[in-house]
């Protein structure tokens, strides 16, 4: 599950979301060059999912009181479930069903985003001012290595499962007197600032939506496919880095052992770990094999042939 915030997809915040509402509605516009009886894909929030475009620029541009114009006005989170995530859905609820279901979710990860912010009277996502727009496909941009390498066009259709949902949030809660921003560093260190800006850690928010997710679904996520595993690998120190690993390659094994329905144990799994067995297409060796053959010596016929090796 990948979720992220940013100011705008469109690149300015600080006036009006016209311009955003219009780019979100293009999968819209394409659909009904089409077909001129196509039914849109209407924005929805909390207790509506029949918001048109026009309800959604009022109500994030009206809601704006004592902010300058210098000030954010929205921002934009995107909540894009992996592909492996997406044929999960379908298979248990088909496409339409999915699509339902993943609006529900999203409404979740506002009312977990609400509360993220620690702050009195912010308590749901009754407490903001959202729009939520469900898109079908994913567009390349120049960005793209594909596009920039010739092998794709800007605007072309990325291929796979690529259903996510965009969320235009108000700065400003639902009551249009109390400044939000997820972009805010403070994590409640200090206790007037963030009384009066509000607490929001990104990364408990991104760890919270994900866990719903799996909760909401029942669904079995993997060591690798985890935020805290890729944000481990990106942020974390030597140590930290190496502990997810481990913890990556003990799943493996597990599932190995599962599918072809051994039984099994973890001192077991810890001795295929750690000893001289193979763990993903390669002996494991301990900290003396190394040494010996960092250094040259250890490896004649009847020690390295005997066990397999090639020099």
Not at 187 to 205: E, I, L, P, T, Y
């Amino acid at each position: 599950m990948h979720i992220n915030i940013t100011k705008s997809e469109t690149g300015n915040n600080k006036g009006s979301s016209s311009q955003l509402v219009a780019y979100l509605e293009k999968e819209n516009r394409l659909a009904e060059k089409l077909d001129h009886y196509h039914q849109p894909e209407y924005w929805f929030s909390n207790d509506r999912n029949n918001i048109q475009p026009y309800e959604v620029r009022q109500g994030i541009d009206n809601n704006v009181a004592k902010l300058s114009k210098d000030d954010a006005k929205f921002f934009l989170i995107n909540i894009s479930p992996s592909e492996k995530e997406l044929l999960y859905l379908k298979e248990l609820y088909g496409t339409e069903g999915a699509k339902a279901y993943l609006k529900d979710y999203a409404n979740l990860v506002m009312d977990a985003y609400a509360k993220n912010f620690k702050r009195n009277g912010i308590d749901s996502n009754k407490d903001l001012v959202y729009y939520g727009k469900l898109e079908q496909n994913r567009y390349y941009t120049y960005k793209d290595l594909e596009v920039r390498k010739g092998k794709a066009v800007k605007g072309d259709v990325k291929l796979g499962e690529q259903m996510h949902v965009q969320i235009i949030v108000s700065r400003k809660d639902a009551s249009n007197s109390i400044k939000l921003s997820p972009l805010n560093n403070s994590k409640g260190k200090n206790a007037a600032h963030s009384q009066k800006v509000g607490q929001f850690d990104r990364v408990a928010f991104k760890q919270l939506s994900e866990a719903l997710f799996d909760r909401t679904f029942n669904y079995e996520r993997e060591v690798k496919e985890s935020f805290k595993y890729a944000n481990t690998l990106k942020h974390g120190t030597y140590e930290q880095k190496e502990e997810v690993k481990e913890l990556s390659r003990i799943e493996q094994v597990n599932k190995v052992f599962t599918e072809q329905g051994y039984s099994h144990s973890a001192g077991l799994v810890d001795t295929l770990l750690k000893g001289g067995q193979y763990i993903g297409g390669a002996p494991a060796q301990d900290d003396s094999q190394r040494r010996r053959r960092k250094r040259g010596r250890g490896y004649g016929r009847d020690n390295d042939q005997s066990q397999g090796y090639s020099m």
